[in-house]
Nanobody, 128 residues
Framework: QVQLVESGGGLVQPGGSLRLSCVAS????????MYWVRQAPGKELEWVSC????????YHRDSVKGRFTTSRDNAASTVYLQMNSLRPEDTALYYC?????????????????????YGQGTQVTVST
């Protein structure tokens, strides 16, 4: 049974940090690029970041560059999203997802159908 289980979300003040984790099981983790996507209340799903198979290359959307870092531990079948200098506009439900390659055009929008596997999400709320 394929599972992607996210954890690490919570309530944090602006300027704070959180580290999200996503543990994968039921498929060959090292065959997939891993993605983080998020959905804020009343907004569409948006791509946040992705990391390649080896974990040595990661891409981030402009609004999180320099604040978020994406990494993976293939031995543990886990992908991470380290989020620093959090802002209220980062408030969203964060999902991890897996795809067989680097997807193109994600800045124009994304849906769960873009990914082979998709998690249940973890809530991040940035507020005073």
């Amino acid at each position: 049974q394929v599972q992607l289980v996210e954890s690490g979300g919570g309530l944090v003040q602006p300027g704070g940090s959180l580290r999200l984790s996503c543990v994968a099981s039921g498929f060959t983790f090292t065959d997939y690029w891993m993605y983080w996507v998020r959905q804020a209340p009343g907004k569409e799903l948006e791509w946040v970041s992705c990391v390649n198979l080896r974990g040595n290359v990661a891409y981030h959307r402009d609004s999180v560059k320099g604040r978020f870092t994406t990494s993976r531990d293939n031995a543990a079948s886990t992908v991470y999203l380290q989020m620093n200098s959090l802002r209220p506009e980062d408030t969203a439900l964060y999902y991890c997802a897996a795809a067989s390659g680097r997807l193109q055009g994600l800045l124009g929008g994304t849906t769960p159908r873009d990914y082979r596997y998709y998690g249940q999400g973890t809530q991040v709320t940035v507020s005073t």
